[in-house]
């Protein structure tokens, strides 16, 4: 949802002379062609990655409506209760996977990332060693 937002913002941003030579004109539909392109592998990353991980919660979803008519002792409920675990925590990795996504996939991200940490590094050793 943030790609979306952030494609229509820079569109909005950007301001069309109608005056505008014709190299200019491509070099700069381009950049937003390029930009575009990278907003959408971004979101293709994060949808892919976030399919590979709920697979295994809808495999469990699907398991556990089948078998929800057959009485289960407590070793089958122990069990099932252990699959659950297992399937919901990749759901809750998507998190951390998204960063990861935006880290691997975005140079402007990895820069703004490196210069957030080295601002916030500064300023902890400021307030820490005066």
Known sequence: ML????????RRRIQVIPEVTASIHQTSTRHI????????RLALMQSLSFGLLNISFVVYVIYDFATSGQTKNSDQ???????YGVSI??????????????????????????????RLGTKLLRRFLH
């Open 77 to 83: 409920l122990v069990i099932n209760g252990f699959i």
């Open 89 to 118: 925590h990749p759901i809750y990795i998507f998190s951390s996977i998204t960063f990861a996504t935006y880290t691997l996939a975005s140079a402007k991200f990895r820069k703004e990332c490196i210069s957030t940490s080295r």
């Open 3 to 10: 790609i979306i937002v952030n494609i229509r913002q820079s």
């Open 33 to 40: 062609q390029q930009t575009n392109m990278k907003f959408i």
